[in-house]
């Protein structure tokens, strides 16, 4: 073997190793964050001060930007018809789910609720969240008024959270793509009680079925 060829095999075996630590390292974060989450829920129940400690949680995870590089969770491709990248960080396990999401400028949602409560932190980009109260008495399951009760803009020390019955909808503005932490109760795909409204009819949708990107990238 050459000098040439033994130093770019050190060189690619040393990259190994940084890679193979940073995903030992981002499981063991995941791990921890995951299992400091259960205890919160176990111990405050589902409730906003619950919401409060687990928003704390997902911003000190968001501190961890080598574990968590936009380079490793990449959006999709501008122009490929997607707007948005999920990964799910603790694939396979029931329960809590925590996902890395990359959405793209330009995405947007119909308001909607979870069936569960959720957390969203922000590693990096922005994301207008407008927050809605329901306006009619809920007896038509068909149908519903809203009206915005409130914006936030999630961005990095900025975090958002729901309980179940929440309504929000999201807007990304700007140049770049954003990298957010969502945290749920139970895996998106087992939210099958999710509603989306359409705010141009007074329609009541079942979210999942209508509106929601099934594809999800296991990460762990």
């Known amino acids: 073997m050459t000098t040439t060829q033994t130093i770019t095999n050190t060189g690619n075996e040393a990259a190994q190793n940084d890679t193979n630590d940073i995903a030992t390292r981002r499981r063991a974060a995941v791990q921890t964050l995951l299992a400091d989450a259960r205890r919160t829920i176990e111990e405050k129940g589902v409730t906003r001060e619950a919401l409060d400690v687990l928003s704390g949680l997902l911003l000190e995870l968001a501190q961890h930007r080598t574990l968590f590089d936009a380079a490793d969770f990449p959006p999709p491709q501008a122009g490929s018809g997607d707007t948005s990248t999920r990964y799910r960080l603790n694939p396979g396990e029931d329960g809590f789910a925590l996902y890395l999401n990359s959405l793209l400028p ?41 009206e915005v009760a409130r914006e936030v803009v999630v961005r990095p020390g900025v975090p958002i959270a729901f309980l179940p019955d929440d309504i929000h909808s999201i807007h990304v503005g700007g140049a770049e793509p954003t990298l957010h932490f969502h945290l749920y109760g139970r895996p998106l795909e087992t939210l099958t009680g999710r509603l989306g409204f359409e705010t141009d009819t007074g329609l009541v949708v079942r979210y999942n079925a209508t509106h929601m990107q099934r594809a999800t990238q296991a990460v762990g």
């Open 106 to 146: 330009g995405k947007t949602t119909i308001p909607h609720n979870h069936d569960t409560w959720a957390v969203i932190a922000a590693i990096d980009g922005a994301e207008l969240n407008r927050v809605y109260r329901r306006l009619d008495d809920g007896r038509d399951p068909d149908r519903a008024k809203l």
